[in-house]
T-cell receptor, first 116, second 108 residues
Framework: GAGVSQSPSNKVTEKGKDVELRCDPI?????LYWYRQRLGQGLEFLIY????????KSGLPSDRFSAERTGESVSTLTIQRTQQEDSAVYLC??????????????FGPGTRLTVL | RKEVEQDPGPFNVPEGATVAFNCTYS??????FFWYRQDCRKEPKLLMS???SGNEDGRFTAQLNRASQYISLLIRDSKLSDSATYLC?????????FGSGTKLNVKP
C-alpha cells in the first residue's frame, strides 16, 4: 500500500520568503507528526495532530512556524520569513492513534529545505 | 535530562560480529518502545517494536527492562548492510521521543 508521501522533496528558498511543506499520511492513520532534522543531528519534534487537532504544539521553534491538517488527512507545515537556521530536513510521520502497541510511526522521505 | 539517551558510538565491528546497543529512558510511564534504523540522508525506518517479553526477528533481538528503564538491541552475525544509525524511540501518550542514535559501522 501507499506509504507517507511528502512534497516537495527539495526546496531552495531565499531568506525571508515563506515556504509550505506538504505531508500525505498513510490512509486511516489518525495521528500525524512533524519533525525537523538538521544535518548530523537527531530528530527534533515539532508538532503532532490527533485527527485535525494539534494537542501539542510545544516543539514549534517560533511563531514563524505553523501547521494545519484537514480532513484527517493531508497536513501542511508553513514557515514564514525563513531564516538560514531553518535549513534542515523536515520529516512527517503517521500512525494509528492508540496507546500501547500498534502505534508504530511510519515516515515519509522528508523535504530538504535550504535557505540561502 | 533527556527523555531518551543513547551512546552515539560509532561502533566499528567486523562482519560476522555480534554487537549490542543500549538505550535508557527517563519516564517510567512510557508505554511502547521501538528501534528504528536510519541510513545516511534517508528517513528513519521501523526496525522492530520492543515487547515486554523481549522479541526476536532473524538476527535482531530486542529486550525491554522496565525496572531499570532501558531497552537493548542485539545484532548477531553483522552484515555490511547493517551499517546505519540505530534510533531508540519511546512513546508516551502518543508523543514519541527519539534518542540521538547510535552509529554502527560494519567493516569487511
Amino acid at each position: 500500500g501507499a506509504g507517507v508521501s511528502q512534497s516537495p522533496s527539495n526546496k531552495v528558498t531565499e531568506k525571508g520568503k515563506d515556504v509550505e511543506l506538504r505531508c500525505d499520511p498513510i490512509s486511516g492513520h489518525t495521528a500525524l507528526y512533524w519533525y525537523r532534522q538538521r544535518l548530523g543531528q537527531g530528530l527534533e519534534f515539532l508538532i503532532y495532530f490527533q485527527g485535525n487537532s494539534a494537542p501539542d504544539k510545544s516543539g514549534l521553534p517560533s511563531d514563524r512556524f505553523s501547521a494545519e491538517r484537514t480532513g484527517e488527512s493531508v497536513s501542511t507545515l508553513t514557515i514564514q520569513r525563513t531564516q538560514q537556521e531553518d535549513s534542515a530536513v523536515y520529516l512527517c510521520a503517521s500512525s494509528f492513534f492508540r496507546s500501547g502497541m500498534g502505534n508504530e510511526q511510519f515516515f515519509g522521505p522528508g523535504t530538504r529545505l535550504t535557505v540561502l | 535530562r533527556k527523555e531518551v539517551e543513547q551512546d552515539p558510538g560509532p561502533f566499528n565491528v567486523p562482519e560476522g560480529a555480534t554487537v549490542a546497543f543500549n538505550c535508557t529512558y527517563s519516564n517510567s510511564a512510557s508505554q511502547s518502545f521501538f528501534w528504528y534504523r536510519q541510513d545516511c540522508r534517508k528517513e528513519p525506518k521501523l526496525l522492530m517494536s520492543v515487547y515486554s517479553s523481549g522479541n526476536e526477528d532473524g538476527r535482531f533481538t530486542a529486550q525491554l527492562n522496565r525496572a531499570s528503564q532501558y531497552i537493548s538491541l542485539l545484532i548477531r552475525d553483522s552484515k555490511l548492510s547493517d551499517s546505519a544509525t540505530y534510533l531508540c524511540v519511546v512513546n508516551n501518550f502518543n508523543k514519541f521521543y527519539f534518542g540521538s542514535g547510535t552509529k554502527l559501522n560494519v567493516k569487511p
